[in-house]
């Protein structure tokens, strides 16, 4: 059973930026295309992100392109996820999954975007 734990999460100014982590057990990593959702309060989960299973290719959702960056270190298992120039609208609690629809995901790290 795939195991994945999220941390980074924070409060941080508007502007500010945080390093997500997540580290998966109990399956192979490397061969894993994986992903990192956020549910906004309130709101359905939604896809930010995705990650080829050697790190060449990655997507982003049309809200974070250009801020936000994906990656992975295959010998550590541990996928991150670079949040910059964050806004309000970020603040959500944010999943890594094995899936794009976070069937899958960890238990969440939360990040507020607050003044």
């Known amino acids: 059973e795939v195991q994945l734990v999220e941390s980074g999460g924070g409060l941080v100014q508007p502007g500010g930026s945080l390093r997500l982590s997540c580290v998966v057990s109990?399956?192979?990593?490397?061969?894993?295309?994986m992903y990192w959702v956020r549910q906004a309060p309130g709101k359905d989960l939604e896809w930010v992100s995705t990650i080829s299973p050697a790190g060449t290719t990655t997507t982003y959702t049309n809200s974070v392109k250009g801020r936000f960056t994906i990656s992975r270190d295959n010998p550590k298992n541990t996928l991150y996820l670079q949040l910059d120039r964050l806004i309000p609208k970020d603040t959500a609690m944010y999943y890594c999954?094995?899936?794009?629809?976070?069937?899958?995901r960890g238990q969440g790290t939360q990040v507020t975007v607050s003044s």
């Open positions: 109990g399956g192979s990593f490397a061969k894993y295309i």
């Open positions: 999954a094995t899936d794009r629809y976070g069937n899958n």
